[in-house]
T-cell receptor, first 115, second 114 residues
Framework: EPEVTQTPSHQVTQMGQEVILRCVPI?????FYWYRQILGQKVEFLVS????????KSEIFDDQFSVERPDGSNFTLKIRSTKLEDSAMYFC?????????????FGNGTRLTVT | GENVEQHPSTLSVQEGDSAVIKCTYS??????FPWYKQELGKRPQLIID?????GEKKDQRIAVTLNKTAKHFSLHITETQPEDSAVYFC?????????????FGKGTHLIIQP
């Protein structure tokens, strides 16, 4: 069964540094997402991406965040200047059609630790 | 925007008994309600979903019910087994504008006692 893959599985960075989290969505999926889960808390929507542009973003997704699809397979989340409160598990997800009514497939996540 | 409340936060049941997790949502236009199971340190995995044109859906030991009038939906697991132990999240789509993002509940830690 095809899967969403994410790298790295764990990223440690110092406060103020830039990080890039990488994802390879399922190949025939058209919609891509980033979600965040702070340890022990619920999964929170960050952003959705379709047709090479942001489709929707949440309040969490401020100017420090950006997303990009640099080629035909990768989908990246960049945090420009990390803060301690950015420490969380970041999940990439993809779906065949718009996520409002179709199953989302999550990757295994990247655990980001900001020190 | 959508707000999803989930109860209880922790549920402990004896192996073989049933477990019920309940969620309410606020946006009457929401039309898609998935349930995800998340084992420790792993990704959320979809276990069952229901759309607003259906009142109940069943898949082996798992069932979901939806009451649109009351804006609540529930997950039912029968004949629970140790491998059912996990955190379960309900979610709802913000269907008001065909929005993309799912709004999740805070999760229920289900513990199956042997």
């Amino acid at each position: 069964e095809p899967e969403v893959t994410q790298t790295p599985s764990h990223q440690v960075t110092q406060m103020g540094q830039e990080v890039i989290l990488r994802c390879v969505p399922i190949s025939n999926h058209l919609y891509f997402y980033w979600y965040r889960q702070i340890l022990g808390q619920k999964v929170e929507f960050l952003v959705s991406f379709y047709n090479n542009e942001i489709s929707e973003k949440s309040e969490i997704f401020d100017d420090q965040f950006s997303v990009e699809r640099p080629d035909g397979s990768n989908f990246t989340l960049k945090i420009r200047s990390t803060k301690l409160e950015d420490s969380a598990m970041y999940f990439c997800a993809s779906s065949e059609t718009r996520g409002g009514g179709t199953p989302l497939h999550f990757g295994n996540g990247t655990r980001l630790t900001v020190t | 925007g959508e707000n999803v409340e989930q109860h209880p936060s922790t549920l402990s049941v004896q192996e073989g008994d049933s477990a019920v997790i309940k969620c309410t949502y606020s946006d009457s236009a929401s039309n898609y309600f998935p349930w995800y199971k998340q084992e420790l340190g792993k990704r959320p995995q979809l276990i069952i979903d229901i759309r607003s044109n259906v009142g109940e859906k069943k898949d082996q030991r798992i069932a979901v019910t939806l009451n649109k009038t009351a804006k609540h939906f529930s997950l039912h697991i029968t004949e629970t087994q140790p491998e059912d132990s996990a955190v379960y999240f309900c979610a709802a789509s913000d269907g008001g504008g065909g929005a993309d993002g799912l709004t999740f509940g805070k999760g229920t830690h289900l513990i199956i006692q042997p």
